[in-house]
Nanobody
Framework: QVQLVESGGGLVRAGDSLRLSCEAS???????MAWFRQAPGKEREFVGA?????????YGDSVKGRFTISQDSPAGNTMWLQMNSLKPEDTAVYYC??????????????????WGQGTQVTVSS
């Protein structure tokens, strides 16, 4: 079992930056870690993922070029989401997720059995 805890959300203005953190109880069983977000009335959306052992990342089209996922190290337990040039449409609850599965598409929330409690990000115009 893996516990995930997000932090770093808040209220910012359009164009600002914000960095979210996700602390895992352990990562030795995880193949991927990812960020998803969910806005009110919308489905959970893939933000990006990192293959934990190699650090290779993958991003959703809506955040590509603005958001960056990083890790402390393959042996570490911390993942970050650096969000730049924030837009009002980035407003959502952001969730950290972990999966022990390899060969997944990365974008499907159903492939991630471990989830954090979420952290609210609000971007004002």
């Amino acid at each position: 079992q893996v516990q995930l805890v997000e932090s770093g959300g808040g209220l910012v203005r359009a164009g600002d930056s914000l960095r979210l953190s996700c602390e895992a109880s352990n990562t030795f069983s995880l193949y991927y870690m990812a960020w998803f977000r969910q806005a009110p009335g919308k489905e959970r959306e893939f933000v990006g993922a990192i293959r934990w052992s190699t650090g290779v990342t993958n991003y959703g089209d809506s955040v590509k070029g603005r958001f960056t996922i990083s890790q402390d190290s393959p042996a570490g337990n911390t993942m970050w989401l650096q969000m730049n040039s924030l837009k009002p449409e980035d407003t959502a609850v952001y969730y950290c997720a972990g999966s022990p599965l390899w060969g997944i598409s990365q974008i499907n929330a159903a492939d991630y059995p471990y989830w954090g409690q979420g952290t609210q990000v609000t971007v004002s115009s």
